[in-house]
């Protein structure tokens, strides 16, 4: 059965530091990959999807991941974080008849 | 464009009742998805609705239900409210069905269930 996991519950990052958030699938073919970001009391925001082709995506508010199939991984980058990236993280899977499948999310926090 | 809307944002509803949440899918698309968010068990999918069709299921009980009108408004229901159906409840719209069709959520309604 596919699974999505997110290893990281919670992640602290320095405003302007680096940040990484992992995520790793569990599907016999490629899936179609997504990262959406959740604010207190909000939606989700779809920040970047994968379907094939460029394993470098681009994402919205400055966000990037990068598929690798050896690793069954899809995780998300942001060179320089801002404080307003504070937030809850998804990384999802589809496959086509299917529902999307979360992972259990990371929360971000930016200290100053 | 006007987003996804889902009313009400906030219900108290008392253990035994029923309820009824709505989900009006931005214009022009026809497919809607709901999702339940807890902390113990994060995001859950109840159902998906395609041209008033439920064309998918999640593993919920029989007092989730749902169904989509002719203009992809959509609405789910719970009836026999159980404390343990407090939740975030999502609902996602799509312009079609299909694994790479992106999904657009509402902010969601909080149901507390006392």
């Known amino acids: 059965a596919q699974s999505v996991t997110q290893p990281d519950i919670h992640i602290t990052v320095s405003e302007g530091a680096s940040l990484e958030l992992r995520c790793n699938y569990s599907y016999g073919a490629t899936p179609y990959l997504f990262w959406y970001v959740q604010s207190p009391g909000q939606g989700l925001q779809l920040l970047l999807k994968y379907f094939s082709g460029d394993t470098l995506v681009q994402g919205i508010k400055g966000f990037e991941a990068e598929f690798k199939r050896s690793q069954s991984s899809f995780n998300l980058r942001k060179p320089s974080v801002h404080w307003s990236d504070a937030a809850e993280y998804f990384c999802?899977?589809?496959?086509?008849?299917?529902?999307?499948?979360f992972g259990k999310g990371t929360t971000l926090s930016v200290s100053s | 464009k006007a987003g996804v809307t889902q009313t009400p944002r906030y219900l108290i509803k008392t253990r035994g009742q029923q309820v009824t949440l709505s989900c009006s899918p931005i214009s022009g698309h026809r497919s809607v998805s709901w999702y339940q968010q807890t902390p113990g068990q994060g995001l859950q999918f109840l159902f998906e609705?395609?041209?008033?069709?439920?064309?998918n299921k999640g593993n919920f009980p029989g007092r989730f239900s749902g169904r989509q009108f002719s203009n992809s408004r959509s609405e789910m229901n719970v009836s026999t409210l159980e404390l343990g159906d407090s939740a975030l409840y999502l609902c996602?719209?799509?312009?079609?069905?299909?694994?790479?069709?992106?999904?657009?959520f509402g902010q969601g309604t909080r149901l507390t269930v006392v």
């Open positions: 996602a719209s799509s312009l079609q069905q299909g694994a790479g069709t992106e999904a657009f």
């Open positions: 999802a899977l589809r496959e086509a008849g299917t529902a999307l499948i």
């Open positions: 609705y395609f041209s008033e069709t439920q064309r």
